[in-house]
DNA sequence: TATCATTGTGTCAAGGCGACACAATCAATG
DNA sequence: CATTGATTGTGTCGCCTTGACACAATGATA
């Protein structure tokens, strides 16, 4: 492909998207007792990003979020949260953008100014197969810790997203989207541990899941371990949806 | 003005503020024992609309919702909280635009397809003189029951928005910005029955806004009334901040 | 068969919150 | 000027939630 005629796929894309608006997603999963995130590498640049991409004239932001999530994770109907629209001016930054664009021409051609609306997505770990495309280099899991530096203010959206998962977790049993079908109580305890980044009571914490009346007891048990084999647990997707429904 | 020259200032107005993006701000005032908003009427038309306006390229869409309220409110360093940005397709329909916009060469140049960023902001009811401008006929406060139909999505942004205010205030002590300088307990009591919408008791009420110990009891107390005369209280800004600061 | 980390469940005390009671107060009333 | 009545300030009681902790049950391993 020549200068030219990537010049007219960016004119392309932008001609059929909304202008200067854009969309960030953080993608949450679960595993090994932490929090993930998806990362990926723009093209064979040193620039990691969140996941992100541009709004259709004729879709809407949150099918827009669906479509770029489909592209990274190939999964469907996705959980999905719109939290915060980040528009400072100051947001993106030239040198970023330099070291993504390395040609002027079209460099020329991307707005300076840009503002973008945050989503996160809650993810099955194991069911995801990070995907490239033709811009990524690489696509991979993050500890919430581990995150590299990214670019814009991609690293800021992940501490409000953050933060937002987490006032989340206090009022709801988030575990539905971010666990597999079937889990343990101490594996549940060990998801909310991850997100609120403290130890909670074993007790506390079963009496309190319970009392929501979301989950289903199984008859199989967790054998295997040299303990006692812990009760296997499944979320009941009708009363779930009913207890998002309730008062607040 | 002919239609030539209104065309030329719609042009410049596009050309300087991000297209297909706007801004939606809900101003919520306490007066007569119950919340009010402001909504305004569009030149002659008949279509009711929330303050609103486009994002100039060069200031955060912060700084473009103050702008837009200082024209409306006359009021600077308003409280102004982002709570959701519109996006869907149908969000706009063209009845109201054709409403708005009686000349078909102006309306060609609107987008047809148009994303919102909602803020509401907390004014004190009776600082603020509704302004009026070339495009507005009239700018008014209403009950929240007794909002007209207002055009695009507007009414339901008031909803969500109005939801996002009653989950602040089971938190936090908003009335640090829609009260007068000084007030009793039982007028801060009333703002927070208005903002639920169910009755509080007394006793609790005091006991718990008091233990934020963020207001000062002062000196003078409320007379005029046939009853006991209230204490008169003010928020202490400095520890109200420092409550906002605090865990969640 | 004993061991031991892990899990299920019960108990108990402290704190928070709702419901309610009672005293204090101030203008209006006669 | 004493009485009245609505309103306000404050204390108390009991329930429920929550956190802290204890103890029994379990199952692979040694």
Redesign the interface.
Known sequence: MNIEELEDLVRQMYAST????SIDCIVFGFHDSAIKILSLRFNNADAWMLPNGL?F??????Q?AQRILLERTSLKDIFLK?F??F???DRTNIEDMKTMMPFPSILEMVPK?A?S?GYYALVEHSKVQPQLDFMTAECRWFGVDELPKMIFDHNKIVEIGLKSLR?QI?HLPIGYHLMPETFTMPELQKLHEAILGEPLDRANFQKRILSYDILERLEERRTGGAHKSPYVYRFIPEKYEAFLQRE?
Chains 1, 2 share one sequence.
């Open positions: 909304m202008p200067g608006l709004i004239h004729k879709e809407s932001i949150q827009a719109q915060y629209t528009g400072d001016l100014r503002i609306i006032a206090d607040f």
